[in-house]
Nanobody
Framework: QVGLVESGGGSVQARGSLRLSCSVSEVTFRRDGRVSCLAWFRQGSGEERERVAAISPTGATMYAEYVKGRFTISKDNKNLYLQMNTLQVSGAGSYYC???????????????????WGQGTQVTVSP
């Protein structure tokens, strides 16, 4: 594992679903993932990269308002996941997994707080 590696992106029609995965076990082990947040960010064309969801070392989850009730972030000892249901056209873009070290009870919102980034996986949503 060279770093965070996303997979699961693709093309889906509006109201459809996708499940993204991010291989994190090796990275979190080496960087003490027990005190690291894991998060998913989305960046649309011409837009700033924004946090979609995050999960703390204790399992607490946080979501952007526009995905609440539709997306679910989870993790196991190998991967970070993002289950995306009822996708909208506005949800298209590049999705990145990221890690922010030295956090326990909450996860930061801004990109500059995250230390390690994946290369991104593309999600296209057709109307």
């Amino acid at each position: 594992q060279v770093g965070l590696v996303e997979s699961g992106g693709g093309s889906v029609q509006a109201r459809g679903s996708l499940r993204l995965s991010c291989s994190v076990s090796e990275v979190t082990f080496r960087r003490d993932g027990r005190v690291s947040c894991l998060a998913w960010f989305r960046q649309g064309s011409g837009e700033e990269r924004e946090r979609v969801a995050a999960i703390s070392p204790t399992g607490a989850t946080m979501y952007a308002e526009y995905v609440k009730g539709r997306f679910t972030i989870s993790k196991d000892n190998k991967n970070l996941y993002l289950q995306m249901n009822t996708l909208q056209v506005s949800g298209a873009g590049s999705y990145y997994c990221a890690e922010a070290s030295q956090y326990l009870d909450y996860c930061p919102v801004r990109t500059w707080n995250y230390d390690i980034w994946g290369q991104g996986t593309q999600v296209t949503v057709s109307p």
